[in-house]
Every structure is written in structure tokens, then in C-alpha cells.
């Protein structure tokens, strides 16, 4: 079974800095879908980010961009520039091209923006 | 495109009472998922549609869970006898057939089982 972890329950971050979330996950799976999720407070969670495991080159939108690195299935958040709307809890998700698209999350990195 | 809509927003019941939330995809989505997200934790898959069709279930759908989705549009998730353990935040999310495409999330129901 894959399962996906973050380390870092609480990071933080001044405004206008960078910071990068950290994700593993364990498979055995070659073809995949990553994710990272933003759920803000009380709010509902919207997608960050997208990567798929079969293109080598790293996902970008604006200020979020990730490190995937197939080999050590490891898959981190860099987002620059930090803003106080940032402030979140981030998840990150995995899905297996041959399933159903159910995602599988981990615990989720709460984020905290200082100004 | 008014987005996943679910009701209610919050559910307080007694322990042994039975619920049920509602869940209203984007209107062309024919995928629909659940999910369960308890506190501190990321949210964890219970059961997913494709039109009307249950297609999966978790291992975490007890037999007191029951999910539909009549003719592929809304869909309702009941659970019966409630018990401590169920308080959570249950999300549904849609999404377009075919893995590739992004499920977009509701803002969940918050159930508080007393």
C-alpha cells in the first residue's frame, strides 16, 4: 500500500521569504500522480500544484514550485515569496494512475506566515 | 460554476443517533468522492462514485455507513448509530472522469458526535 509522509507538522515563515514543505511517499508503483493541497482555516482545500512521476521536469505555478525526486520518492513544496494569504495547512497527496483516483494524504505541514 | 457545495456546515448529534450530509458536485462532474479528515490528520478515503455507481469502498466505510448518489447528481452519506469515533470533518470532492483530472473539495461537514 503507498502511503505519504510530512515530517514537519509546523513550519514558519517571514513575509516575502522562501520556504519549502517536505513530502516522501513509499510505492512500488512507476506511473503515479503528486499532489499538494492548500486548506486554509475553515475554509475548503484547493489545489496547489501538480506533478507527474513520468516527466522529469518540476512542476511550476508562480510562486510554487517542486523538487521531485523520483528515485528517492521524494516530492517538496518551495513556495517564494511568501504572502500573509499562504498561511494554511498543506497536504501532500498521492494517486496511482490506475486507480480509481482516490487520493491518499498525509498528516499535512500547518504553515505560518509572519508579517 | 457555484463549486462543491455540501450540507450542513456542522452536525451536532447524541451518541446512537443516525445523520446524513449531502453533497452537490459541479454540476458536470460524474466522479464523486468522500473523504474523512480527522483532527490532525490528512483526510483519508472512504468511498467514491462514478455517476450513480459505487465503484469503491474503504475499508473505514463500516457497515453503519451508507453512501448513494441517485442518478449520478447529489449525493448523501448516512451513518447510523453514531458513535464518539465518527466526530470529524467528512469532504467531498468531483471531479471530470479519468484520473488526470483535479477533484475539487467542498468545505466539508463538521460532525461532533456527544
Known sequence: AQTVTQSQPEMSVQEAETVTLSCTYDTSESDYYLFW????????????IRQEAYKQQNATENR??????K???????????????DAAMYFCAYRSRGSQGNLIFGKGTKLSVKP | DTG??????????KRGQNVTFRCDPISEHNRLYWYRQTL??????LTYFQNEAQLEKSRLLSDRFSAERPKGS??????????QGDSAMYLCASSLGGTYYEQYFGPGTR????
Open chain 1, 37 to 48: 493541497y492548500k486548506q486554509p482555516p475553515s475554509r475548503q482545500m484547493i489545489l496547489v
Open chain 1, 64 to 69: 510554487f514550485s517542486v523538487n521531485f525526486q
Open chain 1, 71 to 85: 528515485a528517492a520518492k521524494s516530492f517538496s513544496l518551495k513556495i517564494s515569496d511568501s504572502q500573509l494569504g
Open chain 2, 4 to 13: 462543491v457545495s455540501q450540507d450542513p456546515r456542522h452536525k451536532i448529534t
Open chain 2, 40 to 45: 490532525g490528520q490528512g483526510p483519508e478515503f
Open chain 2, 74 to 83: 447529489f449525493s448523501t452519506l448516512e451513518i447510523q448509530r453514531t458513535e
Open chain 2, 111 to 114: 460532525l461532533t458526535v456527544t
